[in-house]
Every structure is written in structure tokens, then in C-alpha cells.
């Protein structure tokens, strides 16, 4: 879970991205949100997981390449991969064999299913261990027999990151008050069953799945989401909806509404709220979303307006925020990435461009007291790049 490292390079930490010295991490080349990046162009794919990192090109299958990892094992805090554990026992990276070169590291591992049961040792990804086995998809099925909804690139994956960073975070805490490490793991199904925890939870109590409500029969018609005339949506979250009515109503040109005995208070509303929902529909889709933009500046009660992730880059709220610092690459593209949602002391992250394949690789070594002729020794046999 490249994102985990991400959050911890926003958070100040020395962030090193081990890559193969021939093909590198696999999402260089990765499409699947049917944007592909030109020579010399922006791969979001790459930037936004792995901003802020160093990357050094390493063949740990080499008994040479394996060295060199593991002194930098010896300097490291944290170890942090996502590899199975069949593949960390035989390349000689897994906990044991890592805390045999420094007992006082942070082992931390992202996996699909989690470290026992029968999926321990079976690769995951987000649409299928989180999306799908974790119940997120279900949850936003219309219920009718339709396809669900396909999650977007990364969705479980950015989340799981966070929330390995989180862990890491804490385990940095307590070794440091402890003086023990610890093996932190984070589930792809896990995190779904986290994030889903009122759903999931509501449905043991009941024995049954929480019911779901389509938006036309929604139980609070304004704890729900409305259309305008040209095709964009206000959400509103009138939790007291009794104290905001009349003025939501007031703000509609719908005063009509607000005596209405089929309307007049959250009980009935509830009872009618078929009726009430079709009328307020009807209404919203009467103007066009500038006219209620207008009506609603103001009101007390929360509401806003549904956004594309093209407009968030021009809100002033995230502007003002600094929740999409802007970098530029080695090619002199300058790009927007999202912050990670955690700020210190107000202030928000300056964040760098992700590594070139291999881009440290020379600074790394010297580091680790690697001479110049033994570098070139290395690029030579292709331990390194």
C-alpha cells in the first residue's frame, strides 16, 4: 500500500521506495482510469502514492542486492510492505529475518485478507477485498437487481494507507515509551469492515441487513440529496428538520409547504414522505443550481452542493486550506496532489514530486558508505540502477 507511505513522507519521515532495477514498481505502467500519460507527461498513478519518497533501483533476489537492503534495514525506524508471505519468506525479508539485522524495527504489512484464515496468503486488491468482500459495493446497490457501482481507482487502497500510517504512528509511540516494537497489520477487509462499522454492526444487533432507502422514500425528505434544472445536486442534512423547515421552505418559494398538514412536522413528513419528496423535487427542478446557491446563502442548516473532482480544484475552501499543494517534476510539470487530510499546527503540506525509477539510487549507496567504484561494481552486475 504505496499510499501509507505517502502519509508518513507528508508527516516528515525519510520515505525509501525499493524498486526493482529493470521494470520498478508495476504501476509506472499501470492504466485502468483510462488515462495514459504521454512521454515526459504527469502519471497520477505514480504521484499521488508515492510523493515525497526516494526511490532506489535494487534486485533483492542477488545476494548483493539483499545486503544493501538490509543495511538500510539498519537504519530504518519502519519496514513497510505489502508483499504475501510466501514471497517475503523466500526473499529473506520477513520479520525474523528483518529483525535479525535490527531488533528494534517496525515491521508493518498491508494485506487483502488479513494474517489468518484461509485468504492469509491470497493477494487482494481494493475492488475485490474491500469493495466487494468488505460490503462497500453492496452497501451503495440500488437493491433492485442492477449492477452495484465499481469503486474508483485506489478507493480502498488510499484509505487502508492512512490508516497503516495511523498504525505506524502509534507503534512509533509506544516503542518509543516502551522500548518495544511491534508487527503492525492493516487488512484491505479490515478497513472496509471499519469504515462500513454502523452498517455492519446494526446488522448483527438486528440479524438482518440494515434496510436501505431509496432516495425517493428517504425517511427525513430533507436529510437527502435534490436535482436542478440542469442536471446538478444539492445535498441537504437537516437532522432537527423541524427547527430548519419553515425557512427551508421560505427559501424554496414554498411557504405553502410549511402549514401543510400532510408536511407540518418530522412525524408526518415521515408518513408522507413519498408526497413530500415528489413536491420538493418538483421544485428543485424547476431553476438551475445558481438560483439555489442563492436562495440558500445563509441558512442556517447544512447543505452543499455536490462537486466534481475537476471543480474541487477551483473551490476556495480547498484553496484556502492548502488541501491540493501544487508541485512540479523533473520535466517541469506543475500539478496539483491531495494532501493527505492531517495538518500541524495549521499549516498545510508541502509536498514534493514522486521519485524517478531508480532516482536516488547513488545518493541512497553512498549513504550506506558505498564508494564510487563499488556502485559501479553494483550497476554492473544489475544489483542496482
Known amino acids: 500500500m504505496p499510499a501509507a507511505g505517502a502519509v508518513l513522507a507528508d508527516w516528515g519521515a525519510d520515505v525509501i521506495k525499493v524498486e526493482h532495477p529493470e521494470t520498478g514498481d508495476p504501476q509506472r505502467g499501470l492504466v485502468s482510469s483510462g488515462i495514459v500519460a504521454g512521454a515526459g507527461g504527469v502519471n497520477h498513478f505514480i504521484e499521488q502514492p508515492n510523493r515525497g519518497k ?5 534486485d533483492t ?3 548483493e542486492g539483499l545486503e544493501v537492503l538490509m543495511k538500510l534495514v539498519e537504519t530504518a525506524d519502519v519496514f513497510l510492505t505489502n508483499l504475501l508471505p510466501d514471497s517475503r519468506q523466500r526473499m529473506g525479508i520477513d520479520v525474523e529475518q528483518v529483525r535479525a539485522r535490527n531488533p528494534k524495527i517496525i515491521y508493518a504489512r498491508g494485506h487483502g485478507y488479513g494474517t489468518k484464515g484461509d485468504l492469509a496468503t491470497q493477494g487482494g486488491f481494493d475492488l475485490a477485498a474491500y469493495w466487494a468482500r468488505g460490503g462497500i459495493g ?8 442492477s449492477y452495484p457501482p465499481i469503486q474508483r481507482p485506489a478507493f480502498g487502497d488510499v484509505y487502508g494507507g492512512l490508516t497503516i500510517a495511523a498504525g505506524i504512528a502509534g507503534a512509533l509511540f509506544k516503542r518509543e515509551r ?9 487488512s484491505l477487509l479490515g478497513a472496509a469492515i471499519w469504515q462500513l462499522g454502523p452498517d455492519v454492526v446494526g446488522a448483527g444487533v438486528i440479524g438482518a441487513d440494515i434496510p436501505k432507502f431509496n432516495l425517493p422514500e428517504m425517511p427525513n425528505p430533507v436529510a437527502s440529496m435534490y436535482q436542478t434544472r440542469d442536471g446538478r445536486h444539492i445535498a441537504f442534512v437537516l437532522l432537527q428538520a423541524d427547527r430548519f423547515w419553515a425557512d427551508f421552505c421560505t427559501r424554496l418559494g414554498r411557504t405553502d409547504l410549511i402549514d401543510d398538514e400532510r408536511f407540518a412536522n418530522a412525524a408526518v413528513r415521515f408518513e408522507n414522505r413519498v408526497a413530500c419528496i415528489a413536491e420538493l423535487r418538483k421544485t428543485f427542478a424547476s431553476q438551475d443550481l445558481p ?9 442556517d442548516g447544512v447543505w452543499d452542493v455536490m462537486r466534481t473532482a475537476r471543480e474541487i480544484h477551483d473551490d476556495p475552501q480547498v484553496i484556502a486550506n492548502g488541501y491540493l499543494p501544487r508541485t512540479t517534476d523533473a520535466h517541469g510539470n506543475e500539478f496539483a496532489l491531495a494532501a493527505s487530510p492531517v495538518q500541524f499546527d495549521e499549516t498545510p503540506l508541502s509536498l514534493r514530486c514522486a521519485p524517478g525509477h531508480g532516482e536516488h539510487t547513488d545518493e541512497l549507496l ?3 558508505g558505498y564508494d564510487e567504484d563499488a556502485i559501479i561494481d553494483l550497476k554492473i552486475k544489475s544489483v542496482a540502477l
Do not use: M, N, Q
Not at 453492496?138 to 437487481?145: L, N, V
Not at 516502551?178 to 492493516?186: E, Y
Open 291 to 299: 438560483h439555489w446557491e442563492k436562495a440558500f446563502e445563509g441558512f
Open 138 to 145: 453492496e452497501a451503495y446497490a440500488a437493491g433492485d437487481g
Open 61 to 63: 533476489s542477488t545476494p
Open 54 to 58: 526516494r526511490s532506489i533501483g535494487l
Open 366 to 368: 553512498a549513504e550506506l
Open 178 to 186: 516502551t522500548g518495544k516494537p511491534s508487527v503492525v497489520d492493516v
